[in-house]
């Protein structure tokens, strides 16, 4: 599995060959460092001074301390992730076809503008995907205005709406003309069989847990439902994205 580095990149200005190392230690921490720094400097094709000098530059005393210390932050990082399952445990619930038709829908637009809409408490959500797509380099635009999506001058080939009703008036009427114009549609939604449900291909139906709060004016856990199924559907395509053929290595 190849890591992020972006941040550890810019924090100790890692040039290139830097991070390729960075890269095999992280590797030999996860499966346990059990190989000395001439085993790992052979096996990487380069000198032991130059793993030496890489942990110096991280903060770290040397190999053996650079090794433990970075196995020490990927098991917490497992821990965390299998804590995380408790939150996580109506994905469950969700058809898988669902989940491969989403993963399908952003490889099949990765190179055409994606729009995004969602209103009042779902704005943020709106923002959040947005940020989150343009980061993981797709082009992604947040917009409930209507012309854009009737001109339809932007060319998208995907719409992702967000309603907790799945009827709200500013939200449904993109996705129809949408629909009407042949555009994949996914929704987040609250309510089975709503408007904006029906119109999407996949749907993701969550638990509206106070259907009959308009204003939502107590806890109401479905936009982190939302929030945490984006999540982890975007970590599905970027499994993808790193394993096309669906095997790791």
Request: proline share 3%; net charge negative; with cysteine.
């Amino acid at each position: 599995m190849k890591h992020d580095l972006y941040k550890l990149a810019d924090q100790y200005h890692l040039n290139a060959n830097e991070q390729q190392l960075l890269q095999a230690v992280l590797e030999t921490a996860k499966n346990g460092g059990q190989c000395s720094v001439r085993e790992f400097a052979a096996q990487n094709y380069t000198s032991p001074a130059a793993v030496i000098r890489l942990s110096k530059k991280m903060g770290y005393t040397g190999y053996t301390d650079m090794i433990y210390r970075i196995g020490f932050l990927i098991q917490n990082e497992i821990d965390n992730k299998n804590h995380a399952s408790d939150i996580t445990a109506f994905i469950g619930g969700i058809p898988e076809e669902k989940i491969h038709r989403f993963v399908e829908l952003l490889h099949a637009n990765r190179q055409k503008p994606i729009l995004v809409t969602g209103t009042g408490f779902c704005a943020p959500l709106q923002e959040f995907m947005v940020r989150k797509l343009l980061v993981l380099g797709y082009c992604a635009i947040g917009s409930n205005s209507y012309e854009v999506y009737e001109s339809g001058a932007l060319n998208a080939g995907l719409v992702i709406a967000i309603s907790k009703s799945g009827k709200t008036g500013t939200i449904l009427k993109p996705v129809q003309d949408s629909f009407a114009q042949h555009r994949s549609i996914i929704a987040f939604v609250g309510a089975d069989n709503s408007p904006i449900a029906r119109c999407a291909d996949p749907a993701f139906v969550l638990l509206d847990d106070k259907m009959l709060d308009d204003r939502n004016l107590t806890a109401n856990y479905f936009y982190a439902r939302v929030l945490i199924t984006f999540e982890y559907l975007m970590d599905l395509v970027l499994e993808k994205d790193e394993h096309p053929n669906g095997k790791e290595g």
